[in-house]
């Protein structure tokens, strides 16, 4: 994962509630075996609709998505997030997002950006005519017109995306304690330790 | 040990844990990880990318569900029948040869026990009480009804999991949604967790575990409980818990993966502490009174959308939220129902009764007590019964429920997702209505243009032979 930093630039006034992730990635595109090409579904059924936000050309190209509460609820698909990097979106800002979408768009660079209503509707306005900066170092989102807002993040999440950590590889550095783990469950619950093997 | 009181959640979370980090997540050992093609391949790629191998691919079971036709899966001569769509084909293929070659156990098409992971892996005995247990689908909350830890992952996880057999969690909030008092006649669970849903809304446990909690839930079988909390998920909360008890031990007893002899003995000993103790306090705690629970139907496209049969299509102005106003007018145009609109009113062309919430050979029991000696409607026309898997085929099939199926009109397929989200060619077409036993009657889940109206079984069965919504209680007295 590439260091994630500020991400400067148009924002998607989308402004939609419960978005699932049906929506930001319809079924029929998740037969993929590859992270790319997603942004081609992206959105599909909001872009079959004539005059939508999302195909608006001054938007195109827009780093940043605007949305409402509960951003990526339903499916776990990770699909979701690699349809909205593949749209060049790194940053979305809504009220509150699903647990399992936060989740992929960390583990993805992009993130998730928590503010409350009020500083979104002011957000949404913006977007209409000016760029957005969202700064990761510093927490805050700002505007053009002094809007500062400051948001949340958890530390280890941005400990991992500004240095563009590897998860997985940290994990495995802590081997040892996962191996000694196994070895007391083998005693106190080895009916646990035995997973398919046991009718092998 | 700590001696404070803890809550069912905490009890298997503290069982669970490698070593907590300064910052307060927690490295969490994974018990079963369960694999299916959708989201899989980007995982398997990585690793190899990368040099990886599985950690505990004795850990790990695979399954192909979401994208294998449930037409007939060999020819007469015992060959198997190729598949059309080339890229369903292909991300099955990619799961038939990654599973193998990372030494995972593949459950294959053709084989009796495949089936969709959430029904297999408790069918199995391989989601055990008090375990782990992750997958990269939503709906693996499922498991949670034998009162194992379940939850959804992305594939970065996945990918995690293989490589670690653990996953950096920070520890979720609780949250008690206590049912008091008993479920009326022809009220099933399904009525009972979209009527919760209902109630709390799609976010209302988000960042929290969802532990069910009274007597109606003790008196559910095994396979009711899997139903409601399979359905957590719409409720916000990633996993969902229902304490394990003599009920959960006698279905687990015999089953293929489930232990035997004097590990069964100490399972047993351990799965009896795992329930909340007397004094353990929840984040947040919603309680529901059961008799205000009647069989239930969704008429939007959130699966808060809900309402007992006997009520009407609502204004959308009747909502305070203008936020929600604004979505119920947009759900309203796209389902195309008018505000007042009796429901019982609403014609439904399409029935699927599957799915991981309702595809176990109780739910199929109740949609044949419906069924029996009835003719669907004229104005269904595809209505289709998809077991959730081959044993649970064989099962129906033994009990004479495929007759009953066939005989009313019903197509009887092979297991598998199927239509609750069309990755294989089972769609509702576009403007159709479906009265289906799935999770989630999103826009164009069913296929583009599909309006879905989420249900039990029996109330699905019951739309089946009418052609329009129902009250199943005035087809069964």
């Known amino acids: 994962m590439d260091p994630v930093s500020s991400i400067e630039g148009r924002?998607?006034?989308?402004?939609?509630?419960?978005?699932?992730?049906?929506?930001?990635?319809?079924?029929?595109?998740?037969?993929?075996?590859?992270?790319?090409?997603?942004?081609?579904?992206?959105?599909?059924?909001?872009?079959?609709?004539?005059?939508?936000?999302?195909?608006?050309?001054?938007?195109?190209?827009?780093?940043?998505?605007?949305?409402?509460?509960?951003?990526?609820?339903?499916?776990?698909?990770?699909?979701?997030?690699?349809?909205?990097?593949?749209?060049?979106?790194?940053?979305?800002?809504?009220?509150?997002?699903?647990?399992?979408?936060?989740?992929?768009?960390?583990?993805?660079?992009?993130?998730?950006?928590?503010?409350p209503q009020e500083q979104i509707d002011r957000l949404m306005e913006v977007a209409k005519t000016d760029p957005i900066s969202v700064d990761l170092e510093s927490q805050t989102v700002t505007t053009p017109f002094q809007d500062r807002f400051t948001f949340e993040v958890d530390p280890f999440r941005k400990d991992c995306l500004s240095k563009g950590l590897d998860e997985v590889g940290l994990t495995l550095e802590r081997s040892d304690a996962i191996s000694q783990y196994e070895k007391n469950q083998a005693q106190t619950m080895p009916w646990l330790a035995k997973g398919t093997e046991i009718a092998a | 040990m700590a001696s404070r009181p803890r809550t069912l959640y905490e009890k298997i979370w503290d069982a669970h844990v490698v070593e907590t980090r300064d910052d307060g997540t927690s490295l969490i050992f994974i018990d079963r990880h369960l694999v299916h093609e959708v989201t899989s391949p980007q995982?398997?790629?990585?690793?190899?990318?990368?040099?990886?191998?599985?950690?505990?691919?004795?850990?790990?079971?695979?399954?192909?569900?979401?994208?294998?036709?449930?037409?007939?899966?060999?020819?007469?001569?015992?060959?198997?029948?190729?598949?059309?769509?080339?890229?369903?084909?292909?991300?099955?293929?990619?799961l038939e040869t990654n599973a193998p070659s990372f030494g995972i156990r593949y459950i294959g098409a053709t084989a009796a026990e495949q089936g969709i992971v959430h029904v297999v892996g408790p069918e199995q005995g391989f989601s055990l009480p008090g375990s782990t247990i992750v997958c990269g689908d939503s709906h693996t909350a499922a498991h949670g009804g034998v009162g194992a830890l379940a939850f959804g992952i992305g594939t970065s996880e996945v990918e995690h999991v293989l490589a670690t057999q653990t996953l950096l969690l920070k520890q979720s909030k609780t949250m008690e949604v206590r049912v008091n008092g008993e479920l009326g006649p022809g009220v099933t669970s399904k009525d009972l967790i979209l009527h919760i849903i209902g109630v709390?809304?799609?976010?209302?446990?988000?960042?929290?575990?969802?532990?069910?909690?009274?007597?109606?839930?003790?008196?559910?079988?095994?396979?009711?409980?899997?139903?409601?909390?399979?359905?957590?998920?719409?409720?916000?909360?990633?996993?969902?818990?229902?304490?394990?008890?003599?009920?959960?031990?006698?279905?687990?007893?015999?089953?293929?993966?489930?232990?035997?002899?004097?590990?069964?003995?100490?399972a047993v000993e351990w799965w009896r502490g795992l329930h909340t103790d007397d004094g353990a306090v929840f984040d947040k705690s919603v309680t529901i009174d059961a008799a205000d629970v009647e069989p239930t139907v969704t008429w939007g496209t959130s699966p808060e959308d809900t309402s007992a049969i006997g009520g009407s299509v609502p204004d959308p102005m009747s909502f305070a939220d203008p936020n929600k106003q604004e979505a119920?007018?947009?759900?309203?145009?796209?389902?195309?129902?008018?505000?007042?609109?009796?429901?019982?009113?609403?014609?439904?062309?399409?029935?699927?009764?599957?799915?991981?919430?309702?595809?176990?050979?109780?739910?199929?029991?109740?949609?044949?007590?419906?069924?029996?000696?009835?003719?669907?409607?004229?104005?269904?026309?595809?209505?289709?019964?998809?077991?959730?898997?081959?044993?649970?085929?064989?099962?129906?099939?033994?009990?004479?429920?495929?007759?009953?199926?066939?005989?009313?009109g019903l197509e009887w397929r092979e297991p598998g997702c199927s239509a609750c989200l069309g990755m294989n060619p089972d769609k509702v077409p576009a403007g159709e209505r479906c009265a289906s036993t799935s999770n989630r009657n999103f826009v164009g889940r069913q296929g583009p243009g599909a309006r879905t109206h989420l249900m039990s079984p029996a109330m699905a069965a019951a739309a089946a032979v009418t052609g329009k919504l129902t009250d199943v209680r005035e087809l069964v007295k």
């Open chain 1, 11 to 115: 924002a998607i006034p989308y402004g939609a509630k419960n978005v699932d992730t049906d929506v930001i990635i319809p079924a029929a595109w998740l037969k993929t075996i590859s992270r790319d090409g997603l942004a081609q579904g992206a959105f599909e059924t909001v872009r079959a609709q004539p005059g939508n936000v999302i195909d608006d050309p001054e938007y195109q190209g827009a780093p940043i998505l605007i949305a409402g509460d509960n951003f990526g609820c339903g499916s776990s698909r990770e699909h979701a997030a690699w349809a909205l990097l593949d749209m060049g979106v790194t940053a979305v800002i809504a009220p509150s997002f699903s647990d399992i979408f936060s989740g992929n768009a960390f583990k993805n660079g992009i993130l998730t950006v928590e503010l």
């Open chain 2, 200 to 266: 709390i809304g799609t976010a209302g446990g988000t960042g929290h575990v969802i532990e069910y909690r009274g007597k109606v839930f003790e008196r559910m079988s095994v396979e009711s409980r899997l139903t409601v909390c399979n359905m957590s998920i719409e409720g916000g909360a990633r996993a969902g818990l229902i304490a394990p008890d003599e009920t959960t031990f006698a279905y687990f007893k015999g089953r293929p993966l489930s232990p035997t002899g004097e590990d069964w003995d100490k």
């Open chain 2, 328 to 408: 119920a007018r947009k759900s309203l145009s796209y389902m195309g129902l008018e505000p007042g609109q009796k429901l019982s009113d609403v014609e439904v062309q399409n029935v699927f009764i599957g799915s991981c919430t309702n595809s176990r050979i109780e739910d199929l029991r109740a949609a044949a007590d419906v069924l029996r000696g009835r003719k669907i409607a004229t104005n269904v026309k595809w209505a289709i019964v998809v077991p959730g898997s081959g044993l649970v085929k064989q099962h129906a099939e033994a009990e004479g429920l495929d007759k009953i199926f066939i005989d009313a």
């Open chain 2, 43 to 94: 995982a398997f790629e990585a690793l190899r990318l990368a040099g990886r191998t599985v950690r505990r691919p004795d850990l790990t079971l695979a399954v192909p569900d979401h994208n294998l036709p449930t037409t007939p899966r060999v020819d007469a001569a015992g060959n198997r029948i190729p598949i059309a769509d080339p890229q369903s084909a292909a991300q099955l293929e990619a």
